[in-house]
T-cell receptor
Framework: DQQVKQNSPSLSVQEGRISILNCDYTNSMFDYFLWYKKYPAEGPTFLISISSIKDKNEDGRFTVFLNKSAKHLSLHIVPSQPGDSAVYFCAASVNQAGTALIFGKGTTLSVSS | EAEVAQSPRYKITEKSQAVAFWCDPISGHATLYWYRQILGQGPELLVQ????????DSQLPKDRFSAERLKGVDSTLKIQPAELGDSAMYLCASSSRTGRETQYFGPGTRLLVL
């Protein structure tokens, strides 16, 4: 039973355009959400996070949107660059319980020049 | 910039052999996590330490896996005996407090069991 779902295994975007990566969750106790980026043979790199008390968080080209009623979050990358090509993982945690992160299966983003 | 260190980066072993992985978290980080990532999947928690104490090892196959963090700093994850299904990336992460603090990952150890 997957608690964090990334239903699109892959996404292809042209350089300069917007990339939108989606994530759905089922556990209403999740209150902290993160996006990680992973290159092959490397560990995940933290990108951006959002607390459940917010609906948007922005950091440079990266913006995360949270829709609690729909149990949905998305990562927007604008403008997309070829160096953004990687696997993107959505993760969630239940802060009060101090549990580890629950990850989705990832979405492979390919940005072509 | 402080980083999580892991070694070895790659390990090839035969089934039934013993393997060990080492992790040195970011200095001052009290919480340390070991995750396993199978190809095509997201990382899944194996064990979580707060200082030297195990907080969560519910997903650790304790018949063959063991983990320790004796002095509350670096940590070792051991598999004995290794099985073919253990082939995966083993990732170590650390954070400064439990829960809210962002987890930072090391480069991982890629294990191949033949």
């Amino acid at each position: 039973d997957q608690q964090v779902k990334q239903n699109s295994p892959s996404l292809s975007v042209q350089e300069g355009r917007i990339s939108i990566l989606n994530c759905d969750y089922t556990n209403s106790m999740f209150d902290y959400f993160l996006w990680y980026k992973k290159y092959p043979a490397e560990g995940p790199t933290f990108l951006i996070s959002i607390s459940s008390i917010k609906d948007k968080n922005e950091d440079g080209r990266f913006t995360v949107f949270l829709n609690k009623s729909a149990k949905h979050l998305s990562l927007h990358i604008v403008p997309s660059q070829p160096g953004d090509s990687a696997v993107y993982f959505c993760a969630a945690s239940v802060n009060q319980a101090g549990t580890a992160l629950i990850f989705g299966k990832g979405t492979t983003l390919s940005v072509s020049s | 910039e402080a980083e999580v260190a892991q070694s070895p980066r790659y390990k090839i072993t035969e089934k039934s052999q013993a393997v060990a992985f080492w992790c040195d978290p970011i200095s001052g980080h009290a919480t340390l996590y070991w995750y396993r990532q199978i190809l095509g999947q997201g990382p899944e928690l194996l064990v979580q330490f707060q200082d030297e104490s195990v907080v969560d090892d519910s997903q650790l196959p304790k018949d063959r896996f063991s983990a320790e963090r004796l002095k509350g700093v670096d940590s070792t994850l051991k598999i004995q005996p290794a099985e073919l299904g253990d082939s995966a990336m083993y990732l170590c992460a650390s954070s400064s407090r439990t829960g809210r603090e962002t987890q930072y990952f090391g480069p991982g150890t890629r294990l191949l069991v033949l």
